[in-house]
Nanobody, 115 residues
Framework: QVQLVESGGGLVEPGGSPTLSCQASEYPSGFYVMAWYRQAPGKEREHVADISKFGITKYNPSVEGRFTISRDNARPTIFLKMDSLKPEDTAVYYC?????????WGQGTQVTVSS
């Protein structure tokens, strides 16, 4: 099973631009999608963005134009560049790896947007 470790969260002021990282033990074999999800207090976990093995990206409309997902092709790591953060972006951000035979989640990293 793919192991995932997120980093880069913390307290950020509104308008800030942090970058989250998700280091995987490996990219899944075959076709895969790597994604970011988030869960705000009292809310269900929601999809934020994903990137496929072929580099195709998808975004939640609430973050499109502000967040950018990318992948390091030299090592199994994905990133989430977050721009123009808003208080409503406060959540635990999770990394997810979905392969042909595997579906793994990271432990999450807290992002708090507050002045």
């Amino acid at each position: 099973q793919v192991q995932l470790v997120e980093s880069g969260g913390g307290l950020v002021e509104p308008g800030g631009s942090p970058t989250l990282s998700c280091q995987a033990s490996e990219y899944p074999s075959g076709f895969y999608v790597m994604a970011w999800y988030r869960q705000a207090p009292g809310k269900e976990r929601e999809h934020v963005a994903d990137i496929s093995k072929f580099g195709i990206t998808k975004y939640n409309p609430s973050v499109e134009g502000r967040f950018t997902i990318s992948r390091d092709n030299a090592r199994p790591t994905i990133f989430l560049k977050m721009d123009s953060l808003k208080p409503e972006d406060t959540a635990v951000y999770y990394c997810r790896s979905t392969g042909e035979t595997d579906d793994s989640w990271g432990q999450g990293t807290q992002v708090t947007v507050s002045s």
